[in-house]
């Protein structure tokens, strides 16, 4: 069974960093082709991609976030780390962490990538 | 960046009938796309992907169809526990992943 849990704080002062980390299990980034993402959602708005990590650590970064955005794994404790720094209350979000499995195109040969399995997602509120 | 518009913003609709929901993209993303439902206070929760699959676990009154720019999710007889929020996503460009405004389908 493939579970998925975000951690952090709370409430975080405006200018600070916001540290997240996603604990999972039933799966390991060190098999092919497996990816873990972040995403957020503000309160009464559709969820916003942040970040994706792979397998083989290549790293993808929302383009409107991605100078305060940090995204890393430690495979060791099954566990994948996102940074937001400079926060502002725009930030105030649920933030999740999903599973993201790949989806093979046959025509172009290629894989694409999307989120099966979410985690219960951590409410953060930037808020001095 | 690909927007996706969804239509209508909310869906009215008594159980046991049809809802059909719209996903429009506004540049072609093949068969890329994804469908969510989420429920108050709850994770989102996959429906679809690659346009038509069903995910584990996900009856078969759901029933996703399109290409392109035009997507439609079908729900085909509503039972109660199906009137939540529904989003469409793509995972085709980048950046990598953007999402619906969103569809209420609430019980008439």
């Known amino acids: 069974q493939v579970t998925l849990r975000e951690s952090g704080p709370a409430l975080v002062k405006p200018a600070q960093t916001l540290t997240l980390t996603c604990s999972f299990s039933?799966?390991?980034?060190?098999?092919?082709?497996?990816?873990v993402s972040w995403l957020r959602q503000p309160p009464g708005k559709a969820p916003e991609w942040l970040a994706r990590?792979?397998?083989?650590?290549?790293?993808y970064y929302n383009t409107s976030l991605e100078t305060r955005l940090t995204i890393s794994k430690d495979t060791s404790k099954n566990q994948v780390v996102l940074t937001l720094d400079n926060v502002d209350p725009v930030d105030t979000a649920t933030y999740y962490c999903?599973?993201?499995?790949?989806?093979?195109?046959?025509?172009?040969?290629?894989?694409?990538?999307?989120?099966?399995?979410w985690g219960q997602g951590t409410t953060v509120t930037v808020s001095s | 960046d690909i927007v996706l518009t969804q239509s209508p913003a909310t869906l009215s609709v008594s159980p046991g009938e049809r809802a059909t929901l719209s996903c429009r993209a506004s540049q072609s993303v093949s068969i890329h796309l994804a469908w969510y439902q989420q429920k108050p206070g709850q994770a989102p929760r996959l429906l679809i992907y690659g346009a038509s699959t069903r995910a584990t676990g996900v009856p078969a009154r759901f029933t996703g169809s399109g290409s392109g720019t035009e997507f439609t999710l079908t729900i085909s007889s509503l039972q109660s526990e199906d009137f939540a929020v529904y989003y469409c996503?793509?995972?085709?460009?980048?950046?990598?992943?953007?999402f619906g405004q969103g569809t209420k389908l609430e019980i008439k």
């Open positions: 999903a599973r993201t499995a790949p989806s093979l195109d046959q025509d172009l040969r290629r894989y694409y990538y999307y989120m099966d399995v």
């Open positions: 996503q793509q995972y085709s460009k980048r950046p990598l992943y953007t």
């Open positions: 990590i792979d397998w083989d650590d290549d790293k």
């Open positions: 039933g799966f390991s980034l060190t098999t092919r082709n497996m990816c």
